[in-house]
């Protein structure tokens, strides 16, 4: 209906209860959405901002990201220090073999100390395949133990170090 034909009957006495204009200001929103009159918001950052709770939901996100972070940056199994020492293990395969090199980093300020380091290799299983002990004296230059096993699927390497006494345990994974 056209307004011409609405005033024609509106003068005739017809009351119109029903006003368009009216109708379309308080229009819901997702009505707005599907008419294309409202945009819909874009961008996680947004959404979640906008969204009920969602300021709560991104800090949760960021203090999670923060928290692997920084356990990915800090977390070393396979570096500590004993007595002193700060040491380091690593194991690698090659060929038929496994490799493993205990490092006792270079300490002038330390004085000669006994150690000893109980190499432990660990198959797929969790399972101990080999053990061996290695002992040598530290006298203030960098000290290396190395070891080898077969190679028996070997996944870890666990190393229990004692140092003048105090004892720590470091773990490496094969690198293969």
């Known amino acids: 209906m056209d307004d011409d034909a609405r005033k024609k009957l509106e003068e005739q006495g017809v009351v119109f209860y029903y006003n368009r204009e009216e109708r379309l200001k308080r229009m ?15 961008g996680f950052v947004r959404v979640l901002l906008d969204a009920p709770g969602g300021k709560q939901m991104l800090f949760v996100i960021i203090v999670i990201i923060g928290v692997i972070v920084s356990l990915a940056v800090f977390n070393r199994p396979n570096e500590n220090t004993v007595g002193g020492l700060e040491t380091s293990v690593k194991a690698f395969a090659f060929e038929d073999k496994i490799y493993v090199n205990v490092k006792f980093d270079k300490n002038e300020k330390a004085g000669n100390a006994a150690v000893s ?60």
């Open 28 to 42: 819901p929103e997702n009505a707005k959405l599907y008419n294309g009159e409202l945009k819909r918001k874009t």
């Open 117 to 176: 380091a109980e190499v432990s290799a660990i198959n797929g299983e969790n399972a101990v395949a080999d053990t061996k002990t290695l002992t040598g004296e530290y006298t203030g230059e960098e000290l290396m133990l190395r070891t080898t096993f077969s190679d028996f699927e070997i996944k870890q390497v666990s190393v229990k170090t004692i140092v003048n006494g105090e004892s720590k345990t470091l773990s490496a994974s094969v690198e293969r």
